[in-house]
C-alpha cells in the first residue's frame, strides 16, 4: 500500500494525523477554559463526555490518531536518518524561528508523549477508564470516593501539587514548538509549499499555535490557584452537583461525604450527627468538626448515642436517652 510503502505516502498519513491532533489540541483548550469561567459547566461536559458509547468511539479515534502520529514519525526518522547519515531531514527556505524546533523535532515529541502520559494518568485513568471499570477514585486528602465525571474535583487534586504546574509548562512550550513547526510543515508536505502562500501559512500556525498555548497556561495557572483554594471541593454549587453524581452513580461507599457537609456546615443549621463534616469541607458553623460534630449544637439520633462516626459521647448534648441516663445515675449516686 503507498501510504506504507512509499515516503509520500507516510508523510500524507503524518500530515493528516497532524492536522487532526492540532483541531484536537484546540478543542481541548477550549473545554477546559469553560472549567475558569463556569466550572459546573465544565462538569456537565465532563459527564457528557463519559463512557458513553459515542465518547468511547472518539477516544478510539483520537488513540489512533496519536499512535499512527507517533509510529510515522518514528518511522520517517529512521528512514531519514538512515539515507542521510546524521543530517536531519532538511527544509528549503526554512524560517530562523523555527530552526531548532525543526531539528528536533522527535525530541520535542518524546516530551509531549511523556506529558500525555502523565494528563491520562491525572484525568482519563480516574474519570473515562474509571467509569468503563465502574469503580471511583479516591482523593487521597480527604480519602472520600470521587465520580468520574467531577472533572473540577480532579483539577483540584491534580494542581494541589505545585510540581504539576512545572511539569505542565515545560509539556506546554515543548508542544509549541512541536505545533509551529508541523502546522506548516504538514501543508509542505501535501505538496502546498508556495512561496506567497507559505509564508502565510506559517505565520497562520504561529498565530494559531500561541494562541491555543497560551490558554492552556492561563489555564493551569488558574487551577493552580483555585486548588490551593479548595475552591472546586467548598464551592456551593460545585458541592450540590458532587452530591447529585453520588445519588446517580452506583457503589459510592463515600456517598454522604458532601451532603452531610453541606447540610450540616450552614450557619442557620445545627451540626447534625450522621456523619458531620471533614477536614476537607470547611464550615463556617463552630459546631462542626473535622470528622463528627463537636459542640453544644450536636443533635444525635435515637440510639445513636456514643457511636463512632455518628456522635461522640461528649458531644451528645441533644440525645435524651443519654440525658436521662445521666440523670438517673445522679440521682442514684446521691441516694
Known amino acids: 500500500m503507498w501510504l506504507t510503502s512509499s515516503s509520500i505516502g507516510r508523510k ?3 500530515s493528516l494525523t497532524g492536522a487532526f491532533l492540532i483541531l484536537f489540541v484546540t478543542f481541548h483548550a477550549l473545554m477546559n477554559g469553560v472549567a475558569i469561567f463556569w466550572p459546573t459547566a465544565y462538569n456537565v461536559i465532563c459527564e457528557f463526555l463519559g463512557a458513553n458509547w459515542y465518547a468511547l468511539v472518539g477516544s478510539l479515534v483520537l488513540a489512533l490518531g496519536f499512535i499512527l502520529h507517533i509510529v510515522y514519525a518514528t518511522w520517517l526518522t529512521v528512514q531519514n536518518r538512515k539515507a542521510r547519515g546524521n543530517a536531519r531531514y532538511e527544509v528549503t527556505s526554512r524560517p530562523p524561528q523555527v530552526e531548532w524546533s525543526s531539528k528536533n523535532m522527535l ?4 516530551v509531549v508523549l511523556a506529558f500525555l502520559v502523565l494528563h491520562l494518568i491525572q484525568f482519563w485513568t480516574k474519570m473515562q477508564f ?9 482523593d487521597s486528602v480527604s480519602g472520600a470516593e470521587v465520580p468520574p465525571a467531577a472533572g473540577t474535583w ?8 505545585g510540581l504539576v504546574l512545572a511539569c505542565y509548562l515545560v509539556g506546554f512550550i515543548a508542544l509549541w514548538f512541536h505545533m509551529t513547526h508541523g502546522f506548516w510543515s504538514m501543508f509542505q508536505s501535501c505538496g502546498w509549499n508556495g512561496k506567497i502562500w507559505m509564508s502565510r501559512l ?5 498565530v494559531w499555535t500561541t494562541a491555543v498555548i497560551a490558554l492552556f497556561i492561563a489555564e493551569a495557572i488558574v487551577f493552580t490557584v483555585q486548588a490551593h483554594r479548595h475552591y472546586y471541593t467548598t464551592n456551593e454549587d460545585l458541592v450540590e452537583q458532587y452530591v447529585e453524581m453520588y445519588q446517580l452513580s452506583d457503589g459510592a461507599a463515600d456517598a454522604p461525604y458532601f451532603e452531610a457537609s453541606k447540610g450540616a456546615c450552614d450557619n442557620a443549621t445545627p451540626c447534625h450527627g450522621e ?10 458553623n463552630p459546631a462542626c468538626g473535622d470528622a463528627t460534630c463537636v459542640g453544644a449544637n450536636c443533635t444525635c439520633p435515637a440510639g445513636t448515642c456514643g457511636q463512632e462516626g455518628v456522635c461522640q459521647e461528649n458531644n451528645c448534648n441533644g440525645c ?16
Not at 506559517?202 to 504561529?206: A, H, L, R
Not at 435524651?320 to 441516694?335: D, F, H, R
Open 12 to 14: 500524507l498519513v503524518m
Open 275 to 284: 456523619k458531620g463534616c471533614k477536614a476537607a469541607t470547611p464550615c463556617d
Open 154 to 161: 480532579f483539577l483540584e487534586m491534580a494542581f494541589s501539587n
Open 202 to 206: 506559517k505565520c497562520i500556525g504561529n
Open 130 to 138: 474509571a467509569e468503563i471499570l465502574g469503580r471511583h477514585a479516591v
Open 107 to 110: 525530541v520535542l515529541g518524546i
Open 320 to 335: 435524651p436517652s443519654q440525658v436521662a441516663a445521666a440523670e438517673i445515675e445522679t440521682v442514684t449516686v446521691n441516694e
